[in-house]
C-alpha cells in the first residue's frame, strides 16, 4: 500500500517540476490588442462604413458633419465640410480617412467619434543572424504590405530554463525593404552555445499577432556578410586560367576569427554555375577557363569551423582569359575546355575545327620566331661547314687526276731469296729513298688553299 502511494507522490512531483521549467522557459510577454475606446470606430481599408450621430435624429434639425483636419490645418482651427444628414456614408476607407469626425444639429455638437481605418497585423515570421562574433544578434521579418501608422512591434529574450524576466526589445520598420528590426543586445560574456528564446509580438488598433517562439544559439545565427573587393584577372599566356581575389567584409574581423569561403563561377554563354570550395585563403585560379570568353564570377562565406550559415553571395564580378592575338583558335572559346579528373589530370577537350574529316588532327604547330643572333651563328656554321667540304673533294680530285707512284709496281711479285744476298754494287743502291706520297692534313685550313 505504501509503495503506490509513494509512486504517486513520484509522478506528481515529477509533472509539478515539468510545468515550472515550461513556465519559465516561456517569456512573460503580453500580447494583445490594444482596448478601443467606447467613440472609436474601427474600418478597414478598401470597405465602406457607415457614421451615426445618434440613434434617434432630432426632429426638424439639420445634421452636418465636419472632419478635423490634422497636422498643420488643425492647428489653424480648419475643418472639411461633409454632406449632412443623421447617417454619414464613407466609401472605399484609406488610411487618410482615419480621423475625429464631428457632427452638430442646431448649431451644437452632438457627438464625436474616432476613425481608425486599419487592417489586423500580420503574423511575424523571425529569422535572426549575427553579423560576427562581437556584433549583436539581428531578428527580422518581411511584410507583404505597409503596415498602418500604429502598428507597434516589440520582440522578448531570455535564457531558456531560466526563470529571469525577459528583456524588452523595440522593432524598427524599414519602409524602403518593408521589414520590420530587432536588435538583440548580447550580454558580455555571453556563451556561444547556450540556448536563447525569442518572442514576437505585433499590435495596432485593429489586433496583435504574435509570432512563434524561436530557440536560437549565438553560434548557430552567425550569417556573415558577402565578401567585397572582387576581382577577377587573367593571366598572361594562360588561355584557360583566371585569378580570382577578394576581401573579408568590413564587418568581420579576421584578426581574431577566420572565414571560409565557396566561388562560383561559369562562362556568360553557360547557364549553370561550378562551385569551388576554397578555404580560408582569400583568392583562386580557375584552370578550366573557356578561351576567350568573358566569365561570371561570385563568393560567399561561413565561419571557418562551420557554424552558422552562409552568407548571401557577393556581386557579380566578370573577367575574360588572356588571349594570345596572333593565335587563331583563341576565338573558339566554347569548344575548348579542361576538366579535372580525379587523379589530380585534367582531360582536354579541341574544337572539331582542329580535326580533317578522316579523324586525323589537323593542327599545325607554329615554330616560334628564334632570335636575330642564333640565325647569324646558325648560318655561318653551315657556310664554313659547305667550304670545307668542297675543299676536299677538290683536293682528292687534283690528286686523283696525277694518278698513284705505285701503280707501276702492282701486280709484280717479288722473288725473296733464300740465303741473304751479297752486298750489291754500289750503283744499285739508291742515293735517296723514292718519295712517298704527301700527307694530308685535314685541320692545316692553309693546305687546301695553297696554290702549287
Not at 21 to 37: E, M, N, V, Y
Not at 138 to 159: D, F, H, I, N, Y
Request: hydrophobic residues 35%.
Amino acid at each position: 500500500m505504501a509503495r503506490p502511494l509513494l509512486l504517486l507522490l513520484l509522478l506528481l512531483l515529477l509533472l509539478l517540476l515539468t510545468f515550472l521549467l515550461l513556465a519559465a522557459a516561456a517569456p512573460q510577454r503580453p500580447c494583445g490588442p490594444a482596448g478601443l475606446s467606447r467613440n472609436t470606430v474601427l474600418g478597414r481599408p478598401g470597405a465602406n462604413i457607415t457614421l451615426t450621430c445618434q440613434d434617434e435624429g432630432p426632429a426638424n434639425v439639420t445634421v452636418t458633419w465636419r472632419r478635423e483636419e490634422r497636422g498643420p490645418a488643425a492647428r489653424g482651427g480648419h475643418s472639411q465640410q461633409l454632406p449632412d444628414g443623421n447617417a454619414l456614408l464613407l466609401r472605399r476607407l484609406r488610411h487618410e480617412d482615419s480621423g475625429r469626425y464631428v457632427c452638430s444639429g442646431g448649431g451644437r455638437p452632438l457627438r464625436s467619434l474616432q476613425l481608425l481605418v486599419e487592417e489586423p497585423p500580420e503574423p511575424p515570421r523571425v529569422s535572426c543572424y549575427r553579423r560576427s562574433h562581437d556584433k549583436d544578434v539581428l531578428c527580422e521579418w518581411p511584410l507583404r504590405a505597409q503596415p498602418s501608422p500604429g502598428t507597434r512591434a516589440m520582440l522578448w529574450v531570455k535564457r531558456r530554463f531560466a526563470a529571469e524576466d525577459a528583456a524588452a526589445q523595440r522593432c524598427r520598420y524599414f519602409a524602403r525593404t518593408r521589414k520590420f528590426v530587432c536588435r538583440v543586445k548580447v550580454p558580455p560574456g555571453a556563451e556561444d552555445t547556450k540556448p536563447l528564446v525569442v518572442s514576437t509580438c505585433v499590435t495596432n488598433g485593429a489586433g496583435a499577432a504574435a509570432g512563434e517562439d524561436r530557440i536560437i544559439t549565438l553560434s548557430g545565427v552567425l550569417k556573415p556578410d558577402p565578401p567585397i573587393n572582387v576581382t577577377v584577372t587573367p593571366l598572361e599566356m594562360s588561355p584557360q586560367r583566371l585569378r580570382v581575389t577578394w576581401s573579408y567584409p568590413r564587418s568581420w574581423d579576421p584578426r581574431f576569427y577566420w572565414l571560409r569561403f565557396q566561388i562560383r563561377y561559369r562562362p556568360e554563354p553557360a547557364q549553370t554555375f561550378t562551385e569551388v570550395e576554397q578555404g580560408t585563403r582569400t583568392w583562386l585560379d580557375i584552370r578550366d577557363a573557356w578561351r576567350g570568353t568573358r566569365h561570371l564570377v561570385q563568393v560567399r562565406a561561413q565561419e571557418e569551423f562551420g557554424h552558422g550559415t552562409w552568407s548571401e553571395w557577393s556581386r557579380e564580378a566578370s573577367g575574360t582569359p588572356w588571349t594570345d592575338p596572333g593565335d587563331v583558335t583563341s576565338e573558339m572559346g566554347p569548344f575548348s575546355s579542361q576538366f579535372p579528373m580525379e587523379d589530380g589530370t585534367y582531360w582536354v577537350t579541341l574544337p572539331p575545327e582542329l580535326f580533317g574529316r578522316d579523324g586525323g588532327a589537323a593542327v599545325e604547330a607554329s615554330a616560334s620566331a628564334a632570335p636575330p643572333y642564333a640565325v647569324l651563328a646558325a648560318g655561318g656554321s653551315l657556310g664554313l661547314g659547305i667550304a670545307l667540304l668542297v675543299a676536299i673533294v677538290v683536293r682528292y680530285r687534283q690528286m686523283w687526276g696525277r694518278g698513284d707512284p705505285k701503280a707501276e709496281g702492282e701486280g709484280q711479285h717479288v722473288l725473296v731469296p733464300l740465303a741473304p744476298p751479297s752486298a750489291p754494287p754500289l750503283s744499285d743502291t739508291p742515293l735517296l729513298p723514292p718519295p712517298a706520297p704527301p700527307a694530308l692534313h685535314v685541320t692545316n685550313l692553309d693546305y687546301f688553299f695553297s696554290r702549287e
